[in-house]
């Protein structure tokens, strides 16, 4: 696209079905690694990945063409086929369906990179459901609490 010139950055969350804390210490960078190479063969750039055993952040820049759903739709699958390969839990490994996605700017970028590598000290004081309603909260999204995390 010549002549295109842009900066599109999205704070993308997602859980564990269930939230079950079923991202061990011993194997989440193996799978940091491993999303990280699906957004590169999708031509996007991760900034950023970190998480506590029951979900995980992403900063991620992404080109104009692409399509934020099926980004997260491929991550998630893929991922948790991997998963389940490795056999890294007993069981069936499942993402909770959804996600959420927040805009950023540029000044915003290293406040969310910083928030993001400080996800571990950030949930000894809130749990990951109260920081996914501030954020909905924060970015004026319109939600209904019941239909948080209904798949569980």
Same mark, same amino acid.
């Given at each position: 696209?010549? &002549?295109?010139?842009?900066?599109?950055? #999205? @704070?993308?969350?997602?859980?564990? =079905?269930?939230? !079950? &804390? @079923?991202?061990? %210490?011993?194997?989440?960078?193996e799978l940091y690694k491993y999303i990280s190479g699906i957004i590169a063969n999708k031509d996007q750039k991760l900034f950023i990945i970190n998480g506590i055993p029951n979900h995980i952040h992403l900063l991620i820049g992404t080109k104009p063409n692409c399509n934020l759903s099926d980004l997260v739709r491929d991550i998630k699958a893929n991922s948790s086929k991997w998963i389940n390969e490795k056999r890294f839990i *007993?069981? /069936? #490994?499942?993402? !909770?369906?959804?996600?959420?996605?927040? %805009?950023?700017? !540029?000044? !915003?970028?290293? /406040?969310?990179? &910083?928030?993001? =590598? &400080?996800? $571990?000290? @950030? @949930? *000894?004081?809130? %749990? #990951? *459901? $109260?920081e996914y309603i501030d954020f909905l909260k924060a970015c004026e999204i319109d939600f209904k609490n019941e239909y948080i995390f209904t798949d569980e």
């Amino acid at each position: 696209m010549a &002549n295109t010139y842009t900066q599109l950055y #999205f @704070h993308i969350v997602f859980a564990v =079905k269930g939230r !079950q &804390n @079923h991202i061990a %210490t011993k194997w989440k960078d193996e799978l940091y690694k491993y999303i990280s190479g699906i957004i590169a063969n999708k031509d996007q750039k991760l900034f950023i990945i970190n998480g506590i055993p029951n979900h995980i952040h992403l900063l991620i820049g992404t080109k104009p063409n692409c399509n934020l759903s099926d980004l997260v739709r491929d991550i998630k699958a893929n991922s948790s086929k991997w998963i389940n390969e490795k056999r890294f839990i *007993k069981g /069936k #490994f499942e993402w !909770q369906t959804g996600f959420g996605a927040f %805009t950023l700017g !540029q000044s !915003q970028i290293p /406040k969310i990179v &910083n928030y993001i =590598k &400080n996800q $571990e000290e @950030h @949930h *000894k004081v809130q %749990t #990951f *459901k $109260e920081e996914y309603i501030d954020f909905l909260k924060a970015c004026e999204i319109d939600f209904k609490n019941e239909y948080i995390f209904t798949d569980e």
